[in-house]
């Protein structure tokens, strides 16, 4: 059984500080959901609302199309899983997951063949007498999950459970979070601040920044078509380049950028004389050393030169940083191909790149680095 | 002319072994230095510590403790008489305890092993009662409340203790006396109309003893739980679980050791109270402290005073060693 959340106009306040603002979206039963933004933006506070630990301010939370309130999280059918897990240290692993069976009222014997079955589901078979302590990370992620699983939940909530892990273990998780959830079929709603876990896993992703919900869609159209300049620069890397409109198409807008003039999707409606950033990926500028073909046979749009301030190997891509028109460098990433191509300080270069890959965003806050 | 002599010697004893202290001082210092707490302290701190932890041990707690059980194996006798042939050890201030005189009609001495057994039941119950008040006080202070609340409240709970605990005491007396302010109110409401002799009933006396150990049950259950982490709270309810389930199986497994040295020590202390027992006991009851206290004072027994106070100690050892192995706590978890 699985159940849809829908956010009503919530709103929570403590206090002066608001840390929800006006959230309102329909999560699907079933659906695997990502709430994605930086420390501080409110989406914890939106999982707890939903698990019942905050109470709305204004507006409700409804999970089944039935208003929360007043209900307490020992009586809502979800199950959160912590950050830090908050599993028992004092039982042992087939407690830990039967906790929830046990205050159902189930006796020992049900317990344990349930615990057993889910220690399968988690490859932890024949573990269950084990005490947390003596799991690993990765090990005990799965027992809360299980645990989680035990109550037979309707909507599943995850609050950054994966932090915790190495960079190897928390990429193999991801997969195993999206296989259970196709297994189980109820709804998962993710909190993270990596963009990479919530693109890799989500159906959905809600962005949020200083409480409220920027953009709500697939992970596609949060990279590719962001609606404001925070999920531009938030979702994957981007370079902003700020620059006044000069003139508006149906679909693109060209923009006087300082360094060059600039002809990109306009997605944000602009209009002529509007102040815009013009957002750029790194794996979209192409560079060429040298300063083009002479001064006058430069292209008139979306080309300039910039010197390189500095070269970073990252195995498959390397980084160049650009020195830009702000203090910000330019960072464009190109493939390595093994050529040994350096890109040394202070080399120039040009830098070219397509209009059907840039987007123009009015001005508004960029996420810090 | 004496004492001169003695420093006289021992000045010039000094001097002579000098040399022979000088050599052997660079071996030992680097023994010594080699210990790792030595290292860790410095020479100075390491040798204060030792000598005030040993200091404190001997001469406060063992030696008095040694020769109190060495005296309660010996006959009372006039000064005259000790070191005489009748000093020898003897078993009769316990069998005594036990037995009560031989002229007596009873078998057992009665009186007393019914006063001693009274106070162990009783000290229990002083202990089980502050557990119940104390143990939601500790949780909410130590969960629930936010800094600001939590600090006034631990004041509020401190500041009623700067008061002597013998005018405590007395200010219960003015409390549950039939003249007392519990009385005239209930009186004045018309709950009733004769005053009620809470003291003749033990109520002051434990009232005025649960509330003299409050502190000790409060703190260390406190400091359990305060170490507990709040999500584990949450992900209990969060689980289903019903408040008194959380508390079953989370928080109190959790604060077990805290629960275990606080329980502890009101036991003892409530089984060793004098003061409380003496201004707030009821006329006809009896704390086991107040006969070993007329044994040594207006008995001017020693021997058998020193009988009666090493097994009131050791009955409570007994009973706190044998709750915690069925509670499975070790001693090294409550000096955690």
Sequence with gaps: ?369 | MNDFLIVFTAVLLALLLQPLIQRKAGHLWSAVSAVNFVRKNGAFLSLYLILAVVAWMVFMIILPQLYMVDFSFRNNLPLAEVGGPKDVHTLKNYEYLIFGRETDEELLNWLHLSVFLKTMLASIFVTLLDLALCYPIAYYMAQVAKGGQARLLVLALIVPFWVNEILRAFAFRILFGTGGVINSFLIYLGIWDEPFDFLRADVGLYAGLSYAYILLMIFPIYNAIESLDHNQIEAARDLGAPWWRIHWRVVIPHAKPGIASACTMVFMLSAGALAAPQILGGPSSLWFTQVIYQWFNTGGNWPQGSAYAFVLLIACIAFVMTVMKIFKVTLGEITK
């Design chain 1, 1 to 369: 059984m699985s159940a849809d959340v829908e956010l009503d106009h919530l709103t929570i306040r403590f206090g002066d500080f608001t840390a929800v603002n006006d959230a309102h979206l329909k999560i699907e039963g079933g659906e695997f959901f990502s709430f994605l933004g930086p420390s501080g933006c409110g989406k914890t506070t939106i999982l707890r609302a939903i698990s019942g630990f905050n109470d709305p301010t204004e507006g409700k939370v409804r999970i089944g199309g039935k208003d929360m309130r007043g209900i307490g999280p020992n009586k809502r059918q979800t199950a959160l899983i912590f950050q830090n897990l908050a599993l028992f240290p004092l039982m042992t692993v087939a407690e830990n997951i039967a906790f929830g069976l046990e205050v159902r009222g189930l006796n020992k014997l049900a317990r344990r063949d349930k615990a057993n079955q889910l220690l399968d589901l988690i490859a932890l078979k024949g573990q269950g007498d084990k005490l947390v302590s003596e799991l690993s990370g990765g090990q005990r992620q799965r027992v809360a999950i299980a645990r989680a699983l035990a109550v037979e939940p309707e909507v599943l909530l995850l609050d950054e459970p994966l932090s915790a892990l190495d960079l190897k273990l928390r990429q193999h998780m991801r997969t195993e979070l999206r296989e259970i959830q196709k297994r189980v079929g109820i709804t998962f709603i993710y909190i993270t601040h990596d963009q990479g876990e919530a693109l890799t896993m989500s159906d959905r992703i809600a962005v949020m920044s200083a409480g409220r919900i920027q953009q709500v869609g697939d992970g596609n159209s949060v990279y590719d078509h962001p609606q404001t300049a925070f999920v531009a620069s938030f979702v994957g890397e981007n370079n902003p380049l700020m620059g006044k409109v000069l003139s508006v198409s149906t679909e693109f807008v060209t923009m006087d950028c300082g360094i060059a003039k600039v002809r990109a999707r306009n997605l944000g409606k602009l209009k002529v004389g509007e102040e815009a950033y013009a957002f750029v990926r790194p794996e979209n500028l192409k560079l060429s050393v040298g300063a083009g073909e002479g001064e006058g046979s430069l292209p008139s749009e979306n080309s300039f030169t910039a010197p390189v301030l500095a070269e970073a190997f990252e195995g498959s891509v390397k980084l160049i940083s650009l020195r830009g028109p702000s203090k910000k460098p330019i960072i464009a990433s190109i493939p390595n191909t093994g050529d040994g191509q350096h890109f040394s300080q202070g080399l120039l270069t040009t830098v070219n790149f397509d209009a059907e890959q840039a987007v123009a965003l009015p001005i508004g806050d960029l996420a810090d680095e």
